[in-house]
């Protein structure tokens, strides 16, 4: 009887966690099976190799990986420095618990606003008059670089941490100097996760809207240049899915599937990256 | 017998905690020497006191003289240098898993300087050849240094302290983790080094330490209570509590 009651028990567990996991998996398929239904209705060569001003999307993804590009130059070496000095020299006193602190900090801040602090120092700062704004992609490389700088510093901290101290004891015995140690064996031994981070963080921040509407803008035509406004596939998609017009908001579909694409492809080559080797040797 | 090492009243703390009290020993050159004592009686805070990494622990403190060839490591001389001169191999094996078996052997001189190709590839092989892990490796050299056996790493180890020319070399339990094939050959390298540099070996293994050592220091509670030429320290012992520990009584 006893036992009975609790074999049941057992059985309706096991159906609520499937129901629940289907409640979370449907609609996340559902989403995948729309953006790739309607997007790839838009989709053809010219749609993707052409500008705005020629009906497609080119400038858009170009921008996207420019401002990217921009924001990983700054946010990735700034993350590694931060990583490393959290993980090898700030284990105790003010300074690292502030470090510490102002990282989390950061990584808690809304895109919006840390989008509007680009405006605010950077735009407005190059701008002429308050009715003639200098908009810039630098701008916008800037909010999404400060987004990066917690996740690439926390994931090359905790990649630095996990190795072992034998090995930097290994390398203090021979007298190398500890910036050396650190750099060109902790480091080099953690450069795998700091690489993961960073991919990861490319793919967070292709996906942010918010703080390029106001910083780098829109453009119609290829970029000659950084420092100019500039399209990207979130402001794209932004835009033409309000805009009421079928044929545009077909176009933000397939602007959002070439985005969608960016971010699976980039957690593809990750979890390639990442699987555990059973060859030896490198 | 030259003296290599001379210690004067050396103390030893973690925090509150005295790990060595008034260590008092002259350590000869180009000789073998073995650190025996039960567990937790200070022969590894003893040794890193010698290349200066006990100071390295959180809470540690140091007092009293170590002269090496007759200049204190604890005066006007840089931690670096002395660690460069007074070389270190661990329980656990633990060579660089981001270098090669060649890089590993010359790992510190690449770290720390401006060393040719062509000189860095021959102290690599010569150093593997000394070690007698050449003919072993010599067809892996650019495989990572953690794709060795256990033996075989540890032997890489020790290969990567002598491509730095040390005129002492430290040995914390150098074979405590290796299968007994692999500790015979450790043992007969030790044997063989003291023609080149003084080493000092710590072991568990009181019969290890009558193989291989010509003089044994006997640590207990932090004090060394007595040290010798090994012959006397195992046939003769002055000490109770050496004997004690000799005859496997206690530890
Ligand atoms: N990091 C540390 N912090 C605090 N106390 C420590 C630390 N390392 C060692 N001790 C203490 O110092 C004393 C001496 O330790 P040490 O490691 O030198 O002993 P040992 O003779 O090498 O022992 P074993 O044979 O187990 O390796 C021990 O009582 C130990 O508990
Ligand atoms: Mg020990």
């Known amino acids: 009887m006893h036992l009975l009651s609790r074999k049941r028990k057992e059985t309706f567990v096991k159906i609520l966690c499937f129901l ?54 700054f946010g990735i070496p700034l993350g590694v420095l931060t990583g490393m000095y959290l993980s090898e020299y700030g284990q105790e006193g003010w300074f690292a618990s502030m470090v510490r602190t102002t990282v989390e900090s950061l990584s808690g801040i809304p895109s919006l606003i840390l989008g509007l602090f680009a405006y605010a120092t950077i735009i407005i700062a190059l701008s002429q008059s308050a009715t003639d704004r200098h908009y810039t992609a630098i701008a916008s490389a800037l909010a999404l670089g400060l987004m990066m700088i917690p996740l690439v510093g926390k994931a090359t901290e905790e990649s630095m941490r996990v190795i072992s101290n034998d090995i930097r004891e ?46 780098a803008l829109f453009s119609n035509f290829w970029p000659t240049g950084i420092n100019q406004p500039m399209a990207s596939l979130q402001v ?10 079928p044929n545009l908001v077909t176009q933000a579909w397939g602007a959002a599937l070439f985005l969608a694409l960016i971010v699976v492809a980039i957690n593809i080559i990750v979890r390639v990256y990442t699987k555990p080797k059973y060859k030896e040797g490198f | 017998m030259q003296t290599k090492l001379d210690v004067q009243d050396l103390n030893a703390w973690f925090y509150q905690k005295q790990a060595l009290k008034n260590v008092n020993v002259k350590i000869p050159e180009k000789m073998v020497t073995a650190v025996i004592g039960p567990s937790g009686c200070g022969k590894s805070t003893f040794i890193r006191c010698i290349n200066r990494m006990h100071e390295l622990v959180p809470g540690a403190k140091v007092s009293g003289k170590v002269l090496l060839d007759g200049a204190d490591i604890y005066g006007t001389m840089d931690p670096m240098d002395v660690r460069r001169k007074v070389g270190m191999v661990f329980q656990k094996p633990n060579p660089f898993p981001n270098m090669s078996v060649a890089d590993n052997v010359v790992a510190g001189l690449k770290l720390l300087g401006t060393y040719k190709k062509q000189e860095l590839s021959e102290l690599s092989d010569a150093n593997l050849k000394s070690v007698g892990l050449w003919e072993e490796v010599k067809d892996d050299l650019k495989k990572s240094g953690a794709s060795l056996s256990g033996g075989q790493q540890q032997r890489l180890c020790i290969a990567r302290a002598l491509a730095m020319n040390p005129e002492v070399i430290l040995m914390d339990e150098p074979s405590s983790a290796l299968d007994p094939a692999s500790t015979a050959k450790i043992e007969e390298l030790v044997k063989k080094l003291k023609n080149e540099t003084t080493v000092i070996i710590i072991t568990h293994n009181v019969q290890q330490a009558a193989r291989i050592s010509d003089m044994t220091a006997f640590f207990y509670l932090g004090e060394l209570i007595e040290f010798d030429q090994t012959a006397n320290i195992f046939e003769s012992p002055k000490n109770q509590l050496t004997e004690r520990y000799i005859t496997g009584r206690f530890g």
Do not use: H
């Open chain 1, 20 to 73: 629940v996991t289907a409640a979370v998996i449907i609609p996340l398929l559902w989403i995948i099976g729309d953006v790739i239904y309607n997007g790839l209705a838009a989709w053809n060569i010219s749609f993707l190799v052409s500008p705005v001003i020629q009906g497609g999307i080119g400038n858009a993804i170009l921008g996207t990986f420019i401002i990217n590009g921009m924001a990983c130059l």
């Open chain 1, 170 to 215: 290994a390398a203090i015995a021979l007298g190398v100097p500890k910036w050396i140690r650190t750099t060109r064996i902790v480091l080099a031994i953690a450069k795998g996760g700091v690489l993961t981070g960073s991919l990861l963080a490319f793919a967070r921040i292709s996906g942010e809207t918010a703080p390029l509407l106001f910083t």
């Open chain 1, 236 to 245: 794209l998609i932004y835009n033409y899915a309000l805009s009421g017009y």
